[in-house]
């Protein structure tokens, strides 16, 4: 039967046609795209990989950033804290330094408004003295000037010093 | 509703297609009928369909396109023969006049030994078969076939090498996961991962070969409808090369699983070497020629299928032309039926052969572990 003869004519041209066909498309077709496949299967895995990787590394640097944030957040609560102790503490101080000064310059005030005092006393002392000095010699000069006079005078002044 | 709508659209394309194809298929088939009702009327109007099929899955000289009438209109192809005679000779088969007429002593046998092949009629009137290298139909579909797959893949490599690491487009999105399917499901499940790399060129250009023939084969006009991949010759090579990288790629284990098949009781090997016989048939003459005959057949068959519900339209024709007309809508019906199935096919033999090479190639390879 001609169907299952095989045609030498057909078997001729099929085997060069067929190895001709497999070793150019064994060199340009073939390995290139096998490769390619190979190639971009490859860089997709290592991008997928890659994304994997980086997306660690973003929850990694979530938690780092929270974490900062919350020691940052301690921080200040701990630097407002001190602040406002410092600030009390100034106050406080200054208001004691304050206290002090105007006490100081009260005091001050006080002793050099006593001095003042004394002084002025002693020299209204020494004033009323020279004048009942000055006074006493016009009065002496007046009424002593005749004997009754003096003599009166001597007695009222003996009749005031009583001898006790 | 829209489910049921989309449903319908789908039953009338696949009807409409089906219609489309069997009649270019028709018209296709129209110059063999036609011819062959030329020669029912020169011997009083029998109709031989079987002589009809077995002339359209076969080889020809020339490519057959329609006919009307006793008009063929085909095209020509080249004629190259070798003669002890009259050495080479080269011409159109459009000197033949479709076997009618000689041409330099060649003509097409009508009958006898070499029927339907180009001989010589030596001086002393007997017969001699030249050495025969014509592009023929199959010829022809062969090269073009080559011709595509050579145009399909080198464009698709270009593209890779152009946009590297990027989707693919057109017609590389088409055969990219056809050729990660014989890579993943094919090559790397029967040869293992770390030796696959070097059958992958053979395995893929065997499967593309077998499927675009087949899908060829199954178009009816002019650059498919020749029976190549149904053809023995074809798969009588294909089956012999991978036959002959089994042997080349075969290790000491391969041999030794031969000749003292590990796991079998001793006397199954040693006064009747029962077991060895086994092996060897088996892996050097069934395995091959299994190969040669299933992708034969099947491709064959489906072929005859098909050529067979057209042929029964002009078989009750014949009988009366009412019974013809009726019958064409039923015909067609099982022919479209049978296309379908025929699509499938294409790609399951080209899948079933890749995938029976790349096994055999795995035993050739396989280390001696079990």
């Known amino acids: 039967m001609g169907l299952i003869t095989p045609d030498p004519g057909l078997l001729f041209w099929m085997i060069v046609s067929f190895l001709i066909v497999f070793f150019i498309l064994k060199k340009y077709a073939w390995k290139p795209i096998i490769n390619a496949l190979k190639n971009r299967e490859k860089s997709i895995e290592n991008a997928l990989r890659q994304a994997d990787k980086v997306k660690l590394e973003m929850e990694k640097l979530q938690a780092d950033n929270q974490k900062l944030l919350a020691e940052a957040r301690v921080e200040r609560d701990k630097l407002l804290k001190e602040a406002r102790l410092m600030k009390d503490k100034i106050i406080e101080e200054a208001k004691g330094q304050a206290q002090d000064e105007a006490k100081k310059l009260v005091e001050s005030a006080r002793t050099s408004i006593q001095n003042e005092k004394k002084a002025a006393i002693k020299e209204i002392k020494d004033m009323v003295a020279v004048l009942s000095i000055q006074i006493a010699e016009k009065l002496i000069k007046d009424k002593l000037s005749s004997n009754t006079n003096q003599s009166d005078y001597i007695d009222k002044l003996l009749n005031e010093i009583k001898l006790n | ?370």
């Open chain 2, 1 to 370: 509703m829209g489910l049921t709508f989309r449903r319908l659209i789908i039953w009338v394309v696949i009807i409409v297609t089906g219609i489309l194809l069997n009649t270019t298929y028709l018209w296709a088939n129209e110059p063999d009928s036609a011819k062959s009702k030329l020669d029912t009327t020169e011997k009083k109007e029998t109709l031989k369909p079987g002589d009809i099929i077995f002339e359209h899955i076969g080889d020809s000289y020339d490519w057959p396109i329609v006919s009307f009438k006793d008009k063929i209109i085909s095209i020509p192809l080249l004629v190259i023969v070798y003669s002890k005679t009259t050495g080479f000779g080269i011409f159109f088969s459009s000197k033949l006049e479709h076997g009618h007429k000689a041409y330099k002593g060649f003509e097409i046998a009508e009958e006898g030994k070499y029927k339907g092949k180009l001989v010589e009629k030596l001086q002393d009137g007997s017969i001699q078969k030249p050495f025969d290298i014509s592009i023929t139909k199959n010829v022809l579909s062969l090269l073009i076939s080559f011709a595509l797959m050579l145009w399909m893949f080198i464009s698709m490599a270009r593209k890779y090498s152009k946009y590297p690491n990027e989707a693919p487009k057109g017609m590389q999105s088409m055969l990219e996961p056809l050729v990660i399917f014989v890579r993943d499901e094919i090559a790397i499940p029967s040869i293992g991962k770390d030796r696959y790399e070097k059958f992958m060129p053979y395995l893929l250009t065997v499967f593309f070969f077998i499927w675009i023939n087949n899908m060829m084969g199954l178009i009816p006009i002019f650059p498919g409808g020749a029976n190549v991949s149904g053809n023995i010759t074809i798969t009588m090579i294909l089956a012999l090369i991978t036959f002959v990288i089994t042997l080349f790629s075969s290790n000491k284990f391969y041999w030794v699983h031969l000749v003292n098949t590990p796991g079998v009781p001793w006397w199954l090997k040693l006064p009747v070497p029962l077991m060895p016989f086994i092996e060897f048939s088996s892996n050097i003459v069934i395995r091959p020629f299994v190969l040669m005959i299933r992708l034969f057949a099947n491709i064959t068959a489906g072929h005859i299928n098909v050529l067979s519900f057209i042929m029964l339209i002009f078989i009750f024709g014949a009988m009366n032309p009412i019974a013809g007309f009726s019958f064409t809508p039923v015909s067609i019906a099982f022919v479209v039926f049978i296309y379908f199935i025929e699509l499938l096919v294409a790609f399951i033999q080209a899948f079933v052969f890749t995938l029976l090479s790349a096994l055999y190639f795995g035993m050739a390879k396989e280390q001696g572990h079990h």
